[in-house]
C-alpha cells in the first residue's frame, strides 16, 4: 500500500484509482461515524457522499494538504454537527406533544442500538458540565442562556443589562475554554 504523501500527491493529480482506493477504505467507516453523530442513517450516507464528492470536485483545486484519515473524519465530523444544527433550527415548537425539541429527539436517539456511541455521549456530556460549571459566574450565566434558553446575543445583554459586545466576548471565552478542554474527545470519535 502506497504511503499517505505519495496516497495525497496521486489525489491532486487526480489519479482515480487512489481516489477510489480511499473512497473504498473510508466509506463506511465514516458513515459510521457520522451516523454516531446524526443518529439517522440516510443523513450520515448523504453527507459521507457529499464530502467525497467535494474531495474529488476540489482534489486540484483545493487539495487535501494533511493526512487523508484527518481530513475525512474532521470535515464529517463537521458536516454532521451541521446536520443537527439545521435539524435544531428547523425543528417547529408548536406542541412539545406534537412535535418534540431537538433535546428530546437526542434523548429518544440514545438506545441499545448505539452502545459505544451513548457512552462516549454520557463521558463527553459530564465532560462539557464540569467544563461549564468552571466557567467565570457571568460568562457561564451567557453561555447557558444562549445554549439552554436560546436567547440571542442582544436578547441575553437586555436581560443582564450588558452590552451585546460582552455577550460576544463571554460566549467566545466560553467556547474558546469548551474547544481547548474538549479537544482530546476528537480523537476518540477519531
Not at 443537527?84 to 406534537?98: A, F, P, Q, Y
Not at 448505539?114 to 461549564?132: F, G, S
Request: with cysteine; hydrophobic share 35%.
Amino acid at each position: 500500500m502506497k504511503s499517505e504523501l505519495e496516497l495525497v500527491q496521486l489525489l491532486k493529480e487526480g489519479d482515480e484509482k487512489t481516489f477510489e482506493l480511499i473512497f473504498n477504505s473510508y466509506f463506511e467507516k465514516l458513515c459510521l461515524f457520522s451516523e454516531s453523530i446524526t443518529r439517522n442513517h440516510e443523513a450520515a450516507e448523504e453527507i459521507v457522499e457529499d464530502l467525497f464528492l467535494q474531495v474529488w470536485i476540489n482534489c486540484r483545486i483545493n487539495p487535501v494538504e494533511k493526512s487523508i484519515k484527518s481530513y475525512l473524519y474532521q470535515s464529517t465530523y463537521n458536516n454532521s454537527v451541521k446536520y443537527i444544527s439545521r435539524l435544531k433550527r428547523n425543528t417547529i415548537r408548536i406542541d412539545e406533544e406534537v412535535t418534540p425539541t431537538f433535546e428530546n429527539k437526542i434523548a429518544e436517539l440514545q438506545t441499545q442500538d448505539y452502545p459505544v456511541a451513548n457512552l462516549i455521549l454520557k463521558e463527553l456530556e459530564t465532560k462539557v458540565e464540569a467544563v461549564i460549571r468552571a466557567l467565570p459566574d457571568q460568562c457561564r450565566e451567557v453561555y447557558l442562556l444562549n445554549r439552554d434558553h436560546d436567547l440571542k446575543y442582544h436578547q441575553i445583554a437586555s436581560k443582564l443589562q450588558i452590552t451585546v459586545g460582552t455577550v460576544k466576548t463571554q460566549m467566545s471565552r466560553a467556547f474558546a475554554k469548551l474547544r481547548k478542554e474538549l479537544k482530546d474527545y476528537l480523537y476518540i470519535f477519531l
